[in-house]
């Protein structure tokens, strides 16, 4: 008896979940891709200092950009895996922390006697700690929720169902960043009021959301298009199909 019970257990153990698929991170794409996600944060920072009307909708100037980290975060999820995200997103953050330090020491170093931007420059850049802070703070729940249900769903469907991934991902972390970053940053761009902040995080979460269910077959391309050229995961892939003792 004791013979026969664990002959079974690993063929439905293998059929009922399937074993996943992750490339290391040695390879360029993962550096480049980490690259652009820290470059694309960083520049939502700075265009969310400024509020702005499109017709009754209310947003920031940096709406349009940060759909692109989720985007290039199922990338990583979907290819490299749990841990690997993880570093992504805490790289990101460290990049945008810098980038905040770094606008810091630019406004308060003596301008010049000819120099006349400086009042541009502290209105520019100056609330942008604050919304760093909201940024990161949405940033890192946000990004690691999307991650984690990313990785759970292919753990247990493998390679199959990456649309469905995409989308469960996509609605869980959007609204946990979207809310965070709307609570602390909707004063910085001057929100003053229930209604204005409500409208604020449903057009942001609306917008988000729906800008990458629009992307997710873009993004499936992309993510087919990594997985084919990335040797770790080529062999990875062919260790989770070779059969197991």
Same mark, same amino acid.
């Given at each position: 008896?004791?013979?026969?019970?664990?002959?079974?257990?690993?063929?439905?153990?293998?059929?009922?979940?399937p074993?996943?698929?992750?490339?290391?991170?040695?390879?360029?794409f993962?550096?480049?891709?980490?690259?652009v996600?820290?470059?694309?944060?960083?520049?939502?920072?700075? %265009?969310? #200092? =400024?509020?702005?009307?499109?017709?009754?909708l209310? &947003?920031?100037? $940096?709406? @349009? +950009?940060?759909? *692109?980290?989720?985007?290039?975060?199922?990338?990583?999820?979907?290819?490299?895996?749990?841990?690997?995200?993880?570093?992504?997103?805490?790289?990101?953050?460290?990049?945008a922390?810098?980038?905040?330090?770094?606008?810091?020491?630019?406004?308060?170093?003596?301008?010049?006697?000819?120099?006349?931007?400086?009042?541009?420059?502290?209105?520019?850049?100056?609330?942008?700690?604050?919304?760093?802070?909201?940024?990161?703070?949405?940033?890192?729940?946000?990004?690691?929720?999307?991650?984690?249900?990313?990785?759970?769903?292919?753990?247990?469907? %493998?390679? #199959? =169902?990456?649309?469905?991934?995409?989308?469960?991902? &996509?609605?869980? $972390?959007? @609204? +946990?960043?979207? *809310?965070?970053?709307?609570?602390?940053a909707?004063?910085?761009?001057?929100?003053?009021?229930?209604?204005?902040?409500?409208?604020?995080?449903?057009?942001?979460?609306?917008?988000?959301?729906?800008?990458?269910?629009?992307?997710?077959?873009?993004?499936?391309?992309?993510?087919?298009?990594?997985?084919?050229?990335?040797?770790?995961?080529?062999?990875?892939v062919?260790?989770?199909?070779?059969?197991?003792?």
């Amino acid at each position: 008896m004791s013979d026969q019970h664990p002959t079974p257990a690993p063929a439905a153990s293998g059929q009922d979940r399937p074993v996943p698929a992750f490339a290391p991170v040695g390879s360029r794409f993962y550096a480049v891709i980490v690259s652009v996600m820290a470059v694309v944060v960083v520049l939502s920072n700075i %265009g969310a #200092s =400024k509020g702005v009307e499109l017709g009754p909708l209310v &947003t920031d100037g $940096g709406f @349009f +950009l940060f759909p *692109l980290a989720y985007i290039l975060g199922d990338v990583v999820s979907e290819v490299y895996g749990w841990k690997a995200s993880r570093r992504a997103v805490l790289a990101t953050f460290a990049m945008a922390a810098f980038a905040a330090l770094s606008f810091w020491i630019m406004i308060v170093l003596p301008p010049a006697g000819f120099y006349d931007g400086q009042a541009a420059l502290e209105r520019t850049l100056g609330p942008v700690w604050l919304v760093v802070v909201a940024s990161l703070a949405g940033f890192l729940v946000g990004q690691l929720s999307n991650a984690l249900v990313m990785v759970t769903l292919k753990r247990r469907h %493998g390679e #199959s =169902k990456l649309i469905a991934r995409l989308l469960g991902s &996509t609605g869980v $972390g959007e @609204f +946990l960043d979207t *809310l965070i970053f709307c609570s602390i940053a909707a004063s910085v761009i001057g929100i003053d009021s229930w209604g204005a902040f409500w409208n604020y995080v449903v057009v942001g979460f609306v917008f988000k959301t729906a800008v990458e269910v629009i992307l997710s077959p873009v993004t499936a391309l992309v993510i087919g298009w990594v997985k084919r050229r990335e040797p770790g995961y080529v062999r990875a892939v062919a260790a989770a199909k070779a059969p197991r003792a």
